[in-house]
């Protein structure tokens, strides 16, 4: 089972030459989950060889230039498709005024059904296999983290224990698979903690861009395996960072070592570095958390199932 992530675009403020703006796309199963879409996000998934048609939803944090101004694209992109099922669409209240207004104006020719769902805080979307949550962040406008969790998977089914146990072989392993007690050839009651092994944990995604600091993120990245989070200033500009509501590596660096988190993938660099001086960035926050990576456009990450 993949569970895939892709960066799309890791500037911020504006895109520069080999840094579009600000975007990330998991893929889990086949479908997309797109998280923000700055300019230049089109172009990413293009060179990516990344379908459109397969995003099931996008995710926008806030509504900043810099993480919007790729959607219009998206969504009349996404028309020549031929697609049939709905795209849901997430975030700040004013997110579907401005799908509305563009639509409107730019008199977008739309085949598909578009479904905007506004944010405010905890879990925003549940089925059987994954849950998503939006978290309140500290910026100019109303902002919000996101994280993907996958559930707890069963626990490994032994058949050599069911037989030990007396178990025949048959409809009775798939009941105990499914969680159900069930009896033995000899009359016994076998439980399925007596034939399978622990709940194995599934995979988790965090989001985190464009906010002040503040210690209550780290509790909502927990146990992350992978952690998109901005870095946008190195740490002798704190006090501009916090003036400008945003963070620098090193506050990105101690979040992921309070989370917990496995992997911390530095994004949304200011314009104002270059591509070697980003190095200064990933060595502040590799000081703090070795397992940091300062994250390019178009790199992928593989997350593998826990075992």
């Given amino acids: ?19 579009f703006l600000t975007s990330v796309l998991l893929r889990r199963e086949g479908d997309c989950f797109l ?29 900043h230039a810099d993480h919007v101004t790729g959607l ?28 509305e207004e563009s639509r409107k104006i730019l008199d977008m020719y739309i085949n598909y059904e578009i479904i905007f769902r506004e944010v405010s805080c905890g879990v925003i979307f549940e089925n059987d296999e994954y849950i998503i949550r939006a978290f309140p962040l500290r910026h100019t406008k109303p902002c919000f983290a ?9 626990g490994e089914f032994f058949p050599d224990r069911a037989r030990e146990l007396n178990v025949p072989v048959g409809p009775l392993w798939g009941k105990l698979q499914k969680g159900e007690s069930v009896l033995s050839s000899d009359g016994k009651t076998v439980k399925p903690s007596d034939v399978m ?10 989001y985190v ?14 146990d992350s395996d992978i952690l998109f989070c901005e870095a946008m200033f190195e740490h002798s500009l704190e006090a501009h960072a916090r003036e400008k509501k945003h963070m620098t590596s090193t506050q990105a660096a101690n979040i ?8 911390l993938c530095l994004q949304h660099y200011s314009p104002r570095y270059s591509t070697s001086e980003l190095k200064i960035i990933e060595e502040e926050a590799k000081n703090v958390f070795p397992h940091t990576v300062l994250t390019r456009d178009r790199m992928r990450f593989d997350i593998p199932l826990k075992e």
């Fill in 209 to 222: 861009t464009d906010t002040q600091y503040f210690p209550e993120i780290s509790s909502f990245v927990r």
């Fill in 35 to 63: 998280f923000d879409a700055g300019e230049g996000t089109q172009v990413s998934l293009k060179m990516l060889n990344l379908k459109w048609k397969k995003i099931h939803s996008v995710f926008i944090s806030h509504m």
């Fill in 72 to 99: 219009p694209g998206i969504l009349m992109l996404s028309s020549q498709v031929d697609r049939t099922e709905p795209l849901y669409i997430y975030g700040p209240a004013r997110l579907g005024e401005y799908i």
């Fill in 146 to 154: 996101y994280s993907f969790e996958e559930k707890e998977r069963k």
């Fill in 1 to 19: 089972m993949n569970f895939e992530v892709f960066s799309l675009g890791t500037s911020g403020m504006m895109p520069l030459p080999g840094r």
């Fill in 256 to 263: 992921a070592r309070d989370a917990n988190v496995s992997t």
């Fill in 197 to 206: 092994g622990e709940a194995r944990k599934g995979r988790k995604f965090s």
